[in-house]
């Protein structure tokens, strides 16, 4: 299937939640949620995009003729790029009951697999948001991040045993879904952490813990002394409040301080492998990418994923090319303007 294919399909089948936009930038969906908007005005969502947009890249191809390698190491592993596919979870709720959220997650996962990444897996309210997609992971090797809502500390443990039985390479949990009143209402509150109860919660594994919903330098420094592995800086897409500032505002003065100590991955708004360069030149590790692999594997399912993700890597290598970067570690802050 071609990629226009691919879309067509997926907007005749998510079409009351989601229009499936040229630009996916929260404009059209804002204050939809249930649904695929940002909350409220939905600013957040979009000036993620905004602001993504707003950067551009220094052309520069008088440099010496070297191959291009836009591979990553994590975890021991080799990755093929440094993109990976974001935690969502209630696709039927939020998308579309064409898909359950094991098959949901069987896309993005086996379709990650297959391109040479991995795909992040989400949680809910109820057991099976979080334990079929697991299952999934568990299917393809560990291949996969299960994501743990902030739920009480016994619990997430817990969810992190099962994680670890499945294989799991690592365990990430959403500390900044702990304002999801929604939850609370349905019975299974969510509740913020203090680095005490992060501690607890990273020394009851062996396995690498990442904090996704990062926003400032002070909370990145909080999950450093927790022992995270690393973080993911996000505002859950503009899902979780109103009115924040971009992830990439706030990814170069976070870098800053905390770059080489753990891993900084960041989400919102990043499309193609243009934007993965800009993130990576302002100090990011690694990009998640949300609501476009969505509409991939809705639209195409593993095939989706997969092509969706080498047309990212191959955006990159060719934006690598442009900017006279061999190695992601080249790709720096003075190939970009703002
Ligand atoms: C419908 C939907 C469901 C989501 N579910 C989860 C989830 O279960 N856990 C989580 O950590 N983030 C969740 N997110 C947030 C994404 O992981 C990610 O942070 C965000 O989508 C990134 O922005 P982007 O969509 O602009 O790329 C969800 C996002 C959407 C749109």
Known sequence: MEYNEILNKAREMIKDKCRVCKDCNGVVCRGEIPGVGGKGSGSSFIRNREKVNEIKINLDTIVPEDKIDTTIELFGRKFSYP?????????????????????????????CKKAGTFGFTGDGVKDEFFDDPLKVIGENEGMGIPTIKPWKNEEIINKIKKAEEQGAMAVALDVDAAG???????????????VEDLKEIISSTKLPVILKGIMTVEGATKALEAGAYGIVISNHGGRVLDHTFATVEV??????????????????????????FKAIALGADAVLIGRPYATMAYGGGIEGVEKYTQKLGQELLETMIMTGCHKLKDISNKHITI
């Open 180 to 194: 999801l009143v929604l939850l609370a209402m349905l019975g299974k509150p969510v509740s913020t952490k203090s």
């Open 251 to 276: 990814l170069p003065q976070i870098a800053k301080i905390i770059k080489g100590k753990m891993k900084i991955f960041v989400d919102g708004g990043f499309r193609s492998g243009v934007d993965l």
């Open 83 to 111: 993109v990976f596919a974001a935690p969502i979870a209630a696709v039927g709720m939020n998308y579309s009951t064409a898909m359950d959220d094991y098959q949901y997650s069987k896309a993005i996962v086996e379709g």
